[in-house]
């Protein structure tokens, strides 16, 4: 009997578990809205007034929301979108029109999907016909038809504005900003852009129709606010069905931010970057962690998530070196300090690895040079080097220059870190002489 | 009702002018063709000569004026057209109806006999003519038979009750007296009597016939046909004749194809009928078929009928003149064609575009609300696109323009004139504005009428394709780019009566440029011809746009007319705001002044200004809803709005940027006070960077870590990258000037 109630609950663990990663990958992995954007209250308001006005009032808008990459504006857009969508007033009338300058990659395409999106007369099925030509016209007398008071106002996003002020003539932004500018039928244009420079961007006609309106996506947070975000983040809400688990796990999670170390990998963390995404990640790794048998995240999940999100790429890739290889880096790292970072080539870096072998080596042997030719290329491929720009494939392989992408600190770290490394070729490393 | 017979039979020829020996048998239908028989050629056979009148409603809408007087209900008129064919088939005649021909000054009879049309006028398709009677050998009273002839168009006649019942009861009464053959094919004329409105009059003449032939009902397969036929080409228009033809050749595949599909269709349909007839005259969908758009009425062209061709009303009517085609007897066959070139247009299921969409946004469900307090009020007008009711601070300009463009109006010559200014002067409303005031003196009749056209340079593709919007623009044609110049070229070239000034204005003139620049020497060059009467008012943001841009030909071609926008002076931008708030109380004096100067500082871009106001009533409605305050628009509202349209966002982007993004713009300032150079390579950087994070007490970064940061300042554009994969061999320029960053630095 009492086996089995024991059975019972540890099945209930796991299934909270279960919950508990379901709710939080939700979170992290952006498939649902925060309730309230954190940190962008004011932007939020003013965003979603401006949107009513266009909806509610029919009066014409043009705004750029910017902020850098993971700071919120999609969110911000998706929440106002939403709020307004809530409101019965403006749902049944407003149209909206979502692009992506990553997928719009030309006024032509632009076009067609705008065409589509609007469900004009023109499109049949999931098509659009006629020719860039006949579409711009044809929108455009569309547009031009309507009037502020009896027309449904058209709410235009534009992801990734910057982009589509590369497109030929800016034709696109210049009718958009045109259209709200004049009477015709009200339209809401909005931007989001990571480029702080992105009003320089727009040619001076264009510029001068946009209204300079410009939401900055920042949030000027500090610490204490980040921790207390973390907290938010990782605990559960009170709709969670085990209320006692809930509880511990909120608990847990208290005593998580309040701890040390996790405090000092927060503040780190922080240090490197406000974005929610780098946070997510982190939080994430330490979440896939947590199973039944382990059902709270410990100070060393979030320690051992950290040393993963801020790995250093190029020295692992050390790691994965033979010695000859890594000699060869080290005979490279020698003549960048006699050269003050002077390109090379192989002939110098061969020159350098005999010297070593001659006077120090006890257990690398010697290899032929086609061996070592190859080892030299092997780096090449794994651009650990590259050709100096300019000196092109006419040189001779032997003679081609070279230049290293590794710093110091990251070879010798790397050397530390290689597991059996001979001590000679350490202590060769270490030395001030090559 | 002899007569029928025996016409039918061949036997009897008709006298020219003979009475008809049934007066009280009339016939008329809406779109009648009526015909005077004559001679019955033996052999021919079966072929009538005939003469073609048509009623006032088949008169295309915009002739009818030409009349001048309101026709008499039972007026017709003569139709002459030389393509119309003088003969017909004459097994499609249904009935007689009489014509009296009155002399033009004649009142028409009140009390005329009601079946009896008359007819003074001849039409032959451009104007109303008198008919000269001796030369159309017509006698005061004609009788004359209501000939059905080509069968469908699709043009419907108008579901006239009187009209149908009185056709039907000729068919009914003939069919009756007809016996066997005839009779049996009533049914099938009830079936598509029922797709009239007189069709409740129908099913008791129908069914009191039928019973008074019970034997004939076998034989309705075999000739349900005829009739439907005969139903169907009262249905003709005399114009049509000559379209159809051509018609038939073009698609006689689609054609055959979709009438074989009907027709099979339709027999089911009849079968149907034969099991239930009575149900026939329940189904309401035959009143539609019948009723034709008020377009439809009126529509002569080709283009016109095929754009409609796709509607839902259409559809079904369409079907059943497949059905006409498809049940012809063989022996009118001259017609057939003609019937069949309907279906080939709707049976088409594949999607394509459609010619004639209207381009449109839908309409809001709920209206717009009116504002609400005196600052939504003055929100609505400070708005650019309002248009305000008079242009202050251009008074200069517009009387230049003005008088430019209506001299050349008035001497109905051509002339350029080249409108430069930076944006937001006040160039294209200008334009607009004198245009508006020309239109309303034209209208007033102080100056001859003129056409005004428009194109943008921004709002095209490519800059030939101002040919066709000036093309479409002018005579509503659409052509590919080159013919439309051609055309353009043609019609600005040769002389032609009557022929009004074109007011051509060319906005974004900069961008029409090519590069052999045929486009604006067109443009310029079409005014200086003798018969253009072309005035082209072309706009551009550059002054010096001629000499810089344009080849000596085409300067030479714009000539010296040129007028310049200066940028709006503070005092003008103050008066423009005053004057469009008009009387609206919400701004105070000096928060105008402050708006003004600030931007006739900067730009003097009216529409800055503008929008700047307009942002300044937000912010004060916000801060009134914290703070009650005097409700109007202070300095301190119209300064933050200055701040947040104004400042330098690159200063607030740096100072929320994270600490090691801080500390490597730092970094990067003091490598290059290092270098003396305004570029580093990111190796460079990274070893002052790191140095910084010792001196600050931070844990060193990694180099993944510092290249992430780097990336970061480089995509928000503070820094400026290389755009490859070098590594560590980056070079990194700043995007800022040095002191922008120290000073955003500094506060922290």
């Not at chain 2, 961008?511 to 486009?519: C, E, F, R």
Request: contains cysteine; hydrophobic residues 35%.
């Amino acid at each position: 009997m009492s086996k089995r109630k024991v059975k019972d609950q540890q099945l209930t663990v796991g299934q909270c578990v279960c919950q508990v990663h379901r709710i939080l990958r939700e979170r992290f992995c952006f498939q649902k809205l925060p309730s309230a954007p954190v940190g962008l209250e004011s932007q939020h308001k003013h965003l979603l007034e401006l949107l009513k006005r266009t909806a509610i009032h029919g009066e014409s808008n043009s705004v750029l929301i910017v902020g850098p990459r993971g700071a919120g504006k999609t969110m911000l857009l998706k929440s106002v979108l939403n709020e307004l969508l809530d409101v019965k007033e403006v749902k049944s009338n407003i149209l909206l029109v979502q692009l992506n300058g990553l997928l719009q990659t030309d006024d032509r395409i632009a076009l067609k999907e705008i065409t589509r999106q609007l469900n004009l007369e023109n499109v049949v099925g999931d098509k659009v016909f006629g020719s860039f030509a006949e579409n711009l016209a044809f929108l455009l007398e569309a547009l031009k038809k309507g009037d502020r008071s009896s027309s449904r106002p058209v709410l235009f996003t534009l992801d990734e504005f910057d982009l589509f002020t590369h497109h030929k003539n800016q034709t696109l932004l210049y009718n958009l900003f045109d259209i709200s500018q004049s009477a015709q039928t009200p339209v809401a244009v909005v931007g989001l852009t990571c480029r702080v420079d992105v009003l320089e961007l727009l040619e001076k006609r264009v510029k001068s129709r946009f209204s300079h309106r410009q939401i900055q996506a920042l949030s000027p947070m500090d610490f204490p606010q980040y921790v207390e975000l973390v907290q938010q983040q990782l605990s559960l809400p009170q709709e969670f069905p085990d209320g006692r688990f809930a509880h511990e796990w909120n608990n847990s999670v208290k005593a998580l931010c309040e701890d040390k170390s996790v405090e000092d990998v927060l503040r780190k963390h922080f240090n490197l970057s406000k974005d929610f995404r780098s946070l997510h990640m982190l939080l994430f790794l330490a979440l896939s962690c947590v199973t039944p048998s382990n059902p709270t995240i410990k100070p060393s999940l979030l320690l051992e998530a950290s040393r993963l999100c801020t790995m250093d790429c190029k020295a692992n890739m050390l790691h994965g070196l033979s010695i000859l290889e890594l000699c060869l880096i080290i005979a490279m790292k020698h003549l960048n300090d006699h050269y003050q970072d002077e390109p090379f080539n192989f002939e110098m870096v061969y020159n350098e690895f005999k010297k070593f072998l001659q006077r120090k080596s006890h257990s690398v042997h010697s290899f032929e040079k086609p061996v070592v030719i190859k080892a030299f290329e092997h780096l090449q491929q794994l651009e650990l080097i590259r050709p100096v720009d300019g000196s092109a494939s006419r040189t001779q392989k032997e003679y081609q220059l070279m230049k290293l992408l590794l710093d110091h600190t990251q070879v010798m770290e790397a050397l530390q870190r290689y597991p059996q490394c001979p001590t000679d070729v350490k202590q060769w490393a270490t030395s001030a002489f090559g | 009702m002899s007569r029928y017979f025996t016409r039918l039979k061949m036997k009897r020829c008709y006298k020219w002018g003979g009475r008809p020996s049934l007066c009280n048998r009339k016939f008329k239908s809406c779109y009648y063709e009526y015909v005077v028989l004559c001679k019955p050629d033996c052999n021919k056979g079966k072929w009538a000569e005939v003469q073609w009148f048509v009623h006032f409603s088949e008169v295309p809408y915009n002739r009818r004026k030409l009349l001048g007087r309101t026709p008499h209900p039972q007026e017709i008129f003569l139709y002459e057209d030389r393509t119309c064919d003088g003969e017909i088939d004459a097994e499609t005649i249904i009935g007689s109806v009489e014509v009296e021909h009155l002399p033009p000054d004649a009142s028409f009879p009140e009390t005329g006999q009601k079946g009896t049309l008359y007819f003074k006028l001849c039409w032959d398709t451009k104007a109303f003519k008198v008919v000269d009677a001796e030369g159309r050998h017509l006698d005061d009273k004609t009788p004359l038979v209501s000939v059905s002839v080509a069968p469908t168009t699709r043009v419907l006649p108008t579901p006239d009750a009187t009209v149908m019942k009185r056709a039907l009861s000729v068919t009914l009464s003939r069919v009756s007296a007809s016996a066997g053959k005839l009779a049996a094919s009533e049914v099938e004329s009830g079936h598509s009597a029922s797709k009239l409105s007189a069709s409740k009059f129908l099913s008791r003449r129908r069914r009191g016939s039928c019973d008074s032939t019970p034997g004939v009902r076998k034989k309705l397969d075999l000739n349900s046909e005829f009739l439907i036929s005969v139903l169907l080409f009262c249905t003709h228009r005399a114009e049509e004749l000559p379209e159809v033809s051509e018609q038939t050749d073009i698609t006689p595949r689609s054609k055959r194809k979709s009438a074989r599909l009907v027709s099979s269709r339709i027999r089911k349909q009849l079968n149907l009928l034969n099991a239930g007839e009575d149900q026939v005259f329940e189904d309401d969908s035959g009143d539609e078929c019948f009723v034709p758009s008020k377009k439809d009425a009126g529509s002569t062209s080709e283009d016109e009928e095929s754009g409609q061709a796709e509607s839902e009303d259409e559809g079904i009517s369409v079907k059943k003149r497949r059905l006409a085609a498809s049940c012809r007897t063989p022996r009118s066959s001259r017609k057939a064609p003609a019937s069949a070139r309907t279906p080939h247009k709707s049976s088409s299921k594949k999607p394509r575009t459609p010619r004639h969409a209207t381009p449109g946004i839908p309409s809001r469900s709920l209206p717009a609300r009116k504002p609400g307090n005196v600052l939504e009020e003055a929100r609505a007008r400070l708005h650019v696109s309002s248009v305000p009711d008079s242009l202050p601070c251009r008074e200069q300009e517009f009387q230049d323009i003005y008088s430019f463009v209506e001299s050349k109006i008035v001497g109905g010559n051509g002339g350029c004139m080249y409108i430069s200014g930076v944006p937001g002067t006040g160039k294209t409303a200008t334009v607009h504005e004198v245009i508006r005031c020309l239109q309303h003196a034209s209208e007033q009749d102080e100056l001859p009428s003129f056409r005004f056209i428009e194109i943008n340079g921004m709002k095209m593709t490519d800059p030939h394709q101002a040919y066709v919007q000036i093309l479409q623009k002018l005579t509503n044609q659409k052509a590919t780019a080159d013919h439309a110049a051609a055309l353009l070229e043609k019609r600005f070239s040769n002389p032609a009566p009557q022929k009004e000034t074109t007011v051509l204005l060319v906005d974004e003139l900069d961008l029409l440029w090519t590069k052999k620049q045929n486009v604006m020497y067109n443009l310029f060059d079409w005014p200086t011809r003798r018969y253009a009467r072309l005035v082209v008012l072309a706009i551009a943001n550059t002054m010096d746009l001629p000499e810089r841009i344009m080849i000596n030909r085409v300067a030479s071609r714009l000539g010296l007319t040129r007028m310049s926008f200066q940028p709006y002076s503070f005092k003008q931008l103050q008066q423009i705001i005053t004057s469009r708030l008009n009387q609206v109380k919400a701004f105070e004096e000096d928060a105008v002044q402050l708006v003004s100067r600030k931007v006739a500082a900067l730009s003097g871009d009216a529409r800055r200004c503008l929008d700047i106001c307009r942002r300044a009533t937000e912010i004060c409605e916000h801060s009134s809803s914290r703070q009650p305050g005097s409700g109007l628009v202070g300095m301190a509202h119209v300064m933050e709005a200055l701040d947040e349209m104004f400042s330098s966002s690159y200063i607030s982007a740096i100072r929320c940027a994270s600490t090691q993004e801080q500390l490597f713009l730092r970094a990067v300032i003091a490598e290059f006070r290092r270098l003396g150079l305004e570029e580093a390579t990111f190796q460079q950087v990274f070893v002052q960077h790191r140095a910084l994070c010792r001196m600050e007490g931070l844990q060193p970064i990694s180099v993944s870590e510092g290249l992430a940061v780097c990336q970061r300042l480089g995509t928000s554009r503070i820094l400026l990258l290389e755009p490859s994969r070098l590594d560590l061999l980056l070079r990194v320029r700043l995007n800022v000037s040095q002191d922008d960053v120290l000073y955003a630095l500094k506060e922290d």
